[in-house]
């Protein structure tokens, strides 16, 4: 009977130290991080260049959320013409890179549709810069949906292409879309695990547990209704943001165009709804193209590796000597779309 309360009476101090916790960190400012806005290199194209002209603006309902699409269209069209349909990678819109490599597809007769996510760039979503897996794989489902039903787009030719953290979109729809014809994963984040243990040996457990106590402040403030409490999606390495690896703050400044936001919501942590690619991997049967960055720091060379192997025939893996973002720019993006555009052309006869 001693016993016996002595138990509850722990139990009891135990359930009120988590509860106090709880509101401490939900409702008190606690938790405060500093603002890391990027070192933009480069000009904001969307405000400064008129647009192409083969673009073309396109709103798509994705679970009944506006999302802002781009469609790029080649030069007097005769028939439908297959299409590739890019997504963009963590906390990225798709006014940052896309273009560049849609405009190569499209002066090869291709159709591209570029899209922003929910919550992220010109698509609506409330909160804002709030990342959801699980929302994003219906967002490039309803993108997937419109191309196949626009009269320029051929709809048994659609490639997805992806990239970083979108690297492994493509496998995850592919696996149940069978109508899918081909991949294109660069850079990818294709296994959740591996990469997690990369980015643990990296940053140490004291971070994750930092991180993980700001992911509880915003998940906690949206079941009431708050404000979202927000974390630098790239910083310098020792701050506090989602990726702070060697090079990512650069990579991204690089990168970004003048109206990128370098925060997302926190929650984003918790947000994977444990949808990880490589588990997909084995139901997916169109060719899919791996352009891997050997020297990339934020996603695991088991990755690909585990991936291809499962992918079997069906995958060809590009390997490139350079980092994670180094594949954006210059000779390196000019041989990777050159590598892109021979497997389209190959997959799309």
Sequence with gaps: MIALK?????????????????????????????????????????????????RYDFTIKSEGVNLSAWLYLPENISGTLPCIIMSTGFGGTKNMILEQYALRFVDEGFTVLNYDYRHFGASE?????????????EDLKSVISFARKHKDIDDNKIALWGTSAAGGYGLIIAAEDKDIACIIAQCPALDSR???????????????????????????????????????????????????APGAFEGYSTLANRGFINRVCARALLNTNNYNPINFADEVECPVLLCICRDDNLVSEKSYKSSAEILGDK???????????????????????????????????
């Design 6 to 54: 002595i138990i509850l009476i722990t139990l009891g101090i135990l359930i009120a130290i988590i509860f106090l916790y709880l509101i401490i960190i939900i409702f008190l400012p606690v938790l405060k991080i500093k603002a890391q806005p990027l070192e933009i290199t480069k000009n904001d194209g969307n405000e400064t260049i008129p647009p192409p002209e083969c």
């Design 315 to 349: 995958s060809t893996v590009m390997i490139y000597p350079i980092g994670h973002f180094d594949i954006y720019k210059g000779d390196n993006f000019e041989r990777a779309v050159k590598d892109q555009i021979n497997f389209l052309k190959q997959n799309f006869s």
């Design 125 to 137: 979503g409330i909160p804002r810069q709030n990342f959801d897996m699980f929302k994003q794989i």
């Design 194 to 244: 591996e990469d997690g243990k990369l980015a643990l040996e990296r940053e140490g457990l004291g971070f994750f547990l930092r991180l993980f106590m700001h992911a509880q402040r915003d998940k906690g403030r949206s079941r009431f209704r708050l404000s979202p409490h927000m974390v630098p999606i790239v910083g310098k390495p020792g701050t506090l943001a989602f990726i702070r």
